[in-house]
């Protein structure tokens, strides 16, 4: 699934952004969302496309990791509980590819643990969310990876 929207968040202009509305950092910019949930998928689509990034999902980790390799995206959102392959795993075996080492992944999970928070960035994520995300702070933390 593909979506590209032109527009603004409710979390107001420029939400983490160097420019007014944002655009100019958002130009272009691919999010690959990697997860099993229909419903997470849809809001997290929503919130990325309303600002003006493209966004394609993948509904597992073999999924997301065949994807990466082939979409080359700018960022990947991942979740970890799915079947298949779970996030950790997919996020570790793309960070230790050489195809797709350099595309930042943010873990977006319900596992609330510190010790998943750590596991996750061990293995080769940029930053780790917990479950249900705020537009805000999911905008602010894509922008943030984006930049580095």
């Keep these: 699934m593909t979506i590209v929207s032109r527009g603004r968040d409710e979390a107001g202009p420029g939400v983490g952004t160097g420019?007014?509305?944002?655009a100019l950092e958002?130009?272009?910019?691919?999010?690959?969302?990697?997860?099993?949930s229909p419903t997470e998928c849809r809001i997290f689509s929503s919130i990325l496309a309303k600002v003006?990034?493209?966004v394609e999902t993948a509904t597992n980790g073999e999924?997301?990791?065949e994807m990466a390799r082939r979409l080359q995206p700018d960022l990947i959102l991942m979740d970890v509980i799915?079947?298949?392959l779970n996030g950790f795993q997919a996020t570790r075996m793309l960070h230790r590819d050489t195809a797709t080492a350099g595309i930042p992944i943010i873990m977006v999970t319900t596992k609330d643990q510190s010790t998943d928070?750590?596991?996750?960035m061990r293995q080769g994520a940029v930053d780790y969310l917990?479950?249900?995300?705020?537009?805000a702070e999911l905008l602010a933390c894509v922008q943030a990876a984006l930049q580095r």
């Design 117 to 120: 928070r750590v596991w996750g």
């Design 63 to 65: 999924q997301g990791i």
């Design 82 to 84: 799915m079947p298949v």
């Design 19 to 22: 420019s007014p509305d944002g």
């Design 130 to 135: 917990i479950k249900p995300v705020a537009a």
């Design 52 to 54: 003006g990034y493209r």
């Design 26 to 36: 958002r130009a272009g910019a691919t999010v690959l969302i990697v997860d099993d």
